[in-house]
């Protein structure tokens, strides 16, 4: 009930809205198609240490949790399941909170999961079941070099951001709004052409979030802007709804206010809830920004 009540402090022509607590109690009160882009980082540790319920594979036509489109990720789940207990646990963690994502996203609305090696393949799986495979858009590489480097294999030093559409005839998607990037062989193109740069493709080279720069809020997990403005740019227009939540630092919502659109952050930790607070302020011109403190937050364990 609480968190019906919580979620009715969001109005599509209300403030935008920061809230500390968890992302599920809250997302469940929200209306549906409210949002066109949802960004989601989660977290690979969720901090849940618990026994595993078992799930056995079952056919289909019997099962009932199959996706929207009544596709084979039980299967898949079962045998990542019965390969790795911190797995399972991270898709009976996640697997909720994507559902509440398809149901959020306005029929022409865009889903940005962003992952890494380890879990985008299942992701993909998953995603597969709950939106249908005709809706997948693309698999972003956003690749950067920092860091250690391994030794004995390649150093990964990518992320991967799988790109999900709500109906695959009528997405929103303008490439033309999103800001070009240089040529990587400027002599090989017209004058004119290298210095409008070209339209970026699904693999983005972009600097992570440098420790010394003036965009750094010193939340350990924050991605960079210049990765979200085009993600925002592309798919969603000015004074449209954005959804990110597991927000951190807010990076979505700094870009998504910068960029004229509306937005909700839901983190579950004090700490994100503050950094978001200095970040984003009181808002801007279009909207104020209004801060929110669910009940559930007091029970936060942190997973960042
Ligand atoms: C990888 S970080 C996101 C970083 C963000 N993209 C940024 O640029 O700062 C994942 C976030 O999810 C939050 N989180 C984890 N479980 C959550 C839950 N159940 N509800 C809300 N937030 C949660 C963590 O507190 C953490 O801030």
Redesign the pocket.
Known sequence: MVALMDSAAWRSDGPDLVVL????EFLAGLPDGAFSLIYI???FN??RRQARQTLRTIRHADGDRVGFKGASYQTIREAVSAYDDAFADYWEFLEPRLVQAWRLLSDDGTLYL?LDYREVHYAKVVLDGLFGRDCFLNEIIWAYDYGAKARRKWPAKHDNILVYVKNPDSYYFDNSAVDREPYMAPGLVTAEKAAKGKLPTDVWWHTIVSPTGKEK?G?P???PEGVLRRIVQASSREGDWVL?????????GAVASKLSRRFVM????PE?FKVMRSRLGDGGLLSQVQYLNLPSSHQHR???
């Open positions: 607590g968890d992302n599920l980082d989660p977290p969720t901090g962003h809020t939340y997990t924050q991605k990110d939540f597991f927000a951190g630092s807010g990076t979505t839901v983190d579950n930790n994100a942190p997973a960042v």
